[in-house]
């Protein structure tokens, strides 16, 4: 693992892709749901933005409006990331894997025959689901229809102790060992880039794998610093809380509900703003809803937001924002970096961020906010008092520390990545 990657300077010169091909490919590129549609348009804007020509290989069912906007090509027939081969049965799961890699190596062949030659293909999202067909693809085209190959693994096959400071790994892992090891050779000679958005992930698969891997910032915190929410616009007097995107159980926001509902029982007459998105149900871990109690819903500090926002409503609501509410669950984001994160950091804005995790890190690397106990409503709250208190004082570091965010999260350091 490059680790330096995050610490050097991103330096804010400009970088000229101009004459250069990439070709996105992404299965999972279906709808607006999820992070797939706003890397990818993220990703396309950097590179566009370069002078590269970006090319944009999707879902055969994407939206006929994200289509049009990337002009995609319709490629992929099935996307694992739907939960299709979530079967009971072990054999059936194995079998899907290599079945899917199949049809993903078929169907790319299919896609470079109608694109030509390449510069480079950046996939944002693989796992063993594709990788063996990628590490195929490299053998037969590497060179001939693609100079450069960057794979992006985001998910985790490290088990770790009750401290997180000791992992080890899955069973399963034995297999994207195995595929990992057979790009050694492209690695070293800089063809093919192996990444990851966090420190920790890297540092994970080169553990278990003995190939490097480099660690890239979000694109779209790329994209964001690059055009920056301003901090001279007006905010409210009153301390607003915002916690934004998907209503994962992952994301805590259960936590956040019970948080606000306990303060405002103590408190009723609390002079706070919540802003919360929840825009689709969210499923507890044993498999139930989680509704939104009408104790929430009626108060009077709540602003609920039950809709998907397009860009423009997003950055508003975060440019409203005091302080951003990010008390994710440490088992599913030890190790993974939080885009809203990275973007509240380059505007400025403290947050609330799970003790232990990526998101502290970042926070001290580049942010300001102060952290809550990993699952621990009362705790929130008890932060969410001690933010309102101590308001000024960390808005004022958040916003010394701005420029840094930007820096080390700026999209040339994103294209740095990918090209040299």
């Known amino acids: 693992m490059e680790t330096d990657s995050l610490r050097e300077s991103s330096q804010q010169d400009s970088i000229s892709l101009k004459g250069k091909r990439l070709l996105i ?8 749901k999820g992070h797939f549609y706003s890397w990818i348009k993220a990703i396309r804007a950097i590179h566009l933005e370069a002078g590269a020509e970006v090319l944009v290989a999707s879902n055969l069912h994407v939206d006929k409006n994200i289509q049009a906007e990337f002009n995609a090509i319709p490629t992929y027939s099935r996307n694992n990331w739907s939960g299709i081969y979530d079967h009971k049965q072990a054999w059936r799961r194995y079998f899907s894997v290599f079945a899917h890699n199949f049809r993903v190596w078929r169907e790319t062949r299919k896609l470079l025959r109608k694109t030509g030659p390449v510069d480079c293909i950046l996939l944002p999202a693989v796992r063993i689901h594709n990788l063996m067909a990628w590490r195929k693809l490299c053998g037969e085209r590497l060179g001939r229809d693609f100079g450069r190959l960057v794979l992006f693994q985001l998910t985790s096959e490290a088990i770790y102790d009750e401290s997180y400071t000791r992992f080890h790994f899955k069973r399963t892992a034995n297999l994207i060992k ?13 063809k093919v880039i192996l990444a990851g958005d966090s420190h920790i992930t890297c540092n994970e698969y080169q553990t278990l794998s003995g190939v490097p891997f480099r660690v890239f910032p979000s694109p779209v915190a790329g994209l964001q610093a690059a055009n920056p929410l301003s901090t001279s616009a007006s905010k409210s007097d009153i301390p607003t809380f915002v916690i934004l995107g998907v209503s994962f159980i992952d994301k805590g926001i259960d936590l956040l509900q019970e948080a606000i509902i306990q303060l405002l029982k103590n408190n009723p007459d609390l002079e706070a703003r919540f802003v919360i998105q929840w825009a689709t149900p969210t499923i507890d871990y044993n498999g139930q809803p989680v509704p939104i109690k009408d104790e929430l819903r ?6 609920l937001i039950e809709r998907v926002l397009n860009e423009e409503e997003y950055r508003s609501y975060l440019q409203s924002a005091h302080f951003v509410v990010l008390p994710y669950r440490r088992k599913v984001y030890f190790n993974r970096l939080s885009g809203v994160a990275v973007e509240a950091a380059c505007a400025g804005i403290p947050m609330i961020v799970t003790e232990n ?35 000024l004082a960390l808005q004022t570091k958040a916003l010394q520390r701005r420029n840094i965010a930007m820096e080390k999260n700026s999209s040339i350091f994103y294209l740095k990545r990918v090209w040299e």
Do not use: H, S
Request: negative net charge.
């Open 298 to 303: 009626n108060a009077a500090q709540v602003t």
């Open 25 to 32: 490919c992404e299965e999972g590129l279906l709808d607006y």
């Open 178 to 190: 195995f595929v990992l090891r057979g790009f050694r050779k492209q690695v070293a000679a800089g």
């Open 357 to 391: 995790t990526w998101l502290e890190w970042a926070m001290k690397e580049f942010g300001a906010g102060v952290t809550v106990r990993d699952g621990d409503a009362k705790d929130l709250a008890d932060k969410i008092k001690l933010c309102i208190q101590e308001r």
